[in-house]
C-alpha cells in the first residue's frame, strides 16, 4: 500500500502489468488537487493525453472543463480527475475487463490517498465497474449511489457528448446535480 502521492505515482509510471504499457506513449496518472472531496473517473486515456500525460485535454475534455466550470469546479482548484486505466488502448478501444483489472490498484490506491466524498464516473465503462456491473447509463445517469465511504454519480462521457450534441442538457443538469448535492453537504467545490 502507498502512503504518499509520489510513490504511488512513480510506481504506477513504470507499470506494465498489461499490454497496454507497451504501446503508451506515457502512463496517464491524473491531475487535480490530491485532496479534492470530488474525483471524477473516466475509462481511459485517448491520443491526446496519451501525449500530453494528462487526462481529458482532447475535445471531450475541453467540454469537460466548461462544465465543471457551469458547477463551480475546476481541475486547478478543487476536483480531481483519473481515469480506470492509465495507459491508451490501441485506436481509444474500450478498455478490456482484464485491462481494468489489472489497473484498479492504481485506482484504489488514489482514492485512499484522495480521500474524496464523491466520486463521479464518466461514461459506462467506468460506471459498470464502480457502481453496479449492469448499470443504464442513460436511465441512470445523474443519481447519487451510496457506497458507504462516498457517494458515486455515474455521468455521461463527454465523448458520446460529442457524438450526439442532444444529450448535452442532460449532462449539464447532472453537473448542476453534483453542484446542488456538494453544496447540501457542504463540501468544497461550491
Known amino acids: 500500500m502507498y502512503t504518499d502521492w509520489n510513490s504511488l505515482k512513480t510506481e504506477c509510471e513504470k507499470c506494465e502489468k498489461c499490454a497496454l504499457s507497451k504501446t503508451r506513449t506515457n502512463v496517464v496518472f491524473g491531475v487535480g488537487v490530491a485532496t479534492a472531496d470530488v474525483l471524477f473517473v473516466g475509462e481511459g486515456p485517448g491520443e491526446h493525453e496519451d501525449l500530453q500525460a494528462e487526462p481529458f485535454v482532447g475535445r471531450a475534455g475541453q467540454l469537460l472543463d466548461k462544465m465543471l466550470e457551469a458547477a463551480d469546479l475546476s481541475r486547478n482548484k478543487n476536483i480531481y480527475i483519473t481515469n480506470m486505466v492509465k495507459c491508451r488502448p490501441p485506436k481509444n478501444r474500450d478498455p478490456s475487463p482484464e485491462e481494468q483489472d489489472l489497473c484498479m490498484e492504481w485506482l484504489r ?62 449532462a449539464f443538469e447532472d453537473f448542476m446535480k453534483l453542484r446542488d448535492k456538494l453544496a447540501e453537504l457542504n463540501l468544497s467545490g461550491c
Open 109 to 170: 490506491s488514489q482514492v485512499k490517498l484522495i480521500k474524496p466524498k464523491v466520486i463521479v464516473s464518466l461514461g459506462r465503462i467506468a460506471a459498470a465497474k464502480l457502481i453496479k456491473p449492469n448499470i443504464k447509463i442513460t436511465k441512470e445517469r445523474g443519481i447519487f449511489f451510496d457506497k458507504s465511504d462516498f457517494l458515486m454519480m455515474p455521468m455521461l462521457h463527454p465523448a458520446a457528448l460529442l457524438r450526439d450534441p442532444r444529450k448535452k442538457p442532460e
